[in-house]
T-cell receptor
Framework: DVKVTQSSRYLVKRTGEKVFLECVQD?????MFWYRQDPGLGLRLIYFSYDVKMKEKGDIPEGYSVSREKKERFSLILESASTNQTSMYLCASSFPLTQPQHFGDGTRLSIL | AQTVTQSQPEMSVQEAETVTLSCTYD???????LFWYKQPPSRQMILVIR??????QNATENRFSVNFQKAAKSFSLKISDSQLGDAAMYFC???????????FGGGTRLMVKP
């Protein structure tokens, strides 16, 4: 069965800290995605990766970076966390083009 | 840029009855995919149903069906015989045929009353 695993379900960090969110998939998918989910705004794409070491900016990349050193792992990095980055973060993966995305359980991140 | 709008932040339905969730989208593309995802309290997003824009026939999956109106850019989800387990956030999403990225609507919270 398809499995996308996010390393933390809940995370609390302080303003200014460097924060890493990890995502691992076991389906050999080329594509991986990081979304941010906020009430009333749905999911917004932060970054997308279509291969190892390849990435594309999504709709809201400011304040974030990503790393994909191995096919199965896609990390989201908050370089200097700010309170407006408090949110739910969802990772997803898929084969290219026609295949649907499979999602992890999400990380609820609070920046104090 | 594509946009997806869900005009109903919340809906409720009586168990065993039928409910329809609305979704409209804006695109200049002619070939694309539309999706409905369900997010229960457990938080994992689950694909409910998918529609290819080039197909005239509305997609169905058991109790879930869509009403796809391409000219009107409307894509509503109908849930028949609603069950308590259907209570969740529902998100409508759009993807270009040659693209990988999804554009989501703001979501509709569905409550099911016993």
């Amino acid at each position: 069965d398809v499995k996308v695993t996010q390393s933390s379900r809940y995370l609390v960090k302080r303003t200014g800290e460097k924060v890493f969110l990890e995502c691992v998939q076991d389906m050999d998918h080329e594509n991986m995605f990081w979304y941010r989910q906020d009430p009333g705004l749905g999911l917004r794409l932060i970054y997308f990766s279509y291969d190892v070491k390849m990435k594309e900016k999504g709709d809201i990349p400011e304040g974030y970076s990503v790393s994909r050193e191995k096919k199965e792992r896609f990390s989201l990095i908050l370089e200097s966390a700010s309170t407006n980055q408090t949110s739910m973060y969802l990772c997803a993966s898929s084969f290219p083009l026609t295949q649907p995305q499979h999602f992890g359980d999400g990380t609820r991140l609070s920046i104090l | 840029a594509q946009t997806v709008t869900q005009s109903q932040p919340e809906m409720s339905v009586q168990e065993a009855e039928t409910v329809t969730l609305s979704c409209t989208y804006d695109t200049s593309e002619s070939d694309y995919y539309l999706f409905w995802y369900k997010q229960p309290p457990s938080r994992q997003m689950i694909l409910v149903i998918r529609q290819e824009a080039y197909k005239q026939q509305n997609a169905t999956e058991n109790r879930f069906s869509v009403n796809f109106q391409k000219a009107a850019k409307s894509f509503s989800l109908k849930i028949s015989d609603s069950q308590l387990g259907d209570a969740a956030m529902y998100f409508c999403a759009y993807r270009r045929n040659a693209g990988n990225m999804l554009t989501f609507g703001g979501g509709t919270r569905l409550m099911v009353k016993p």
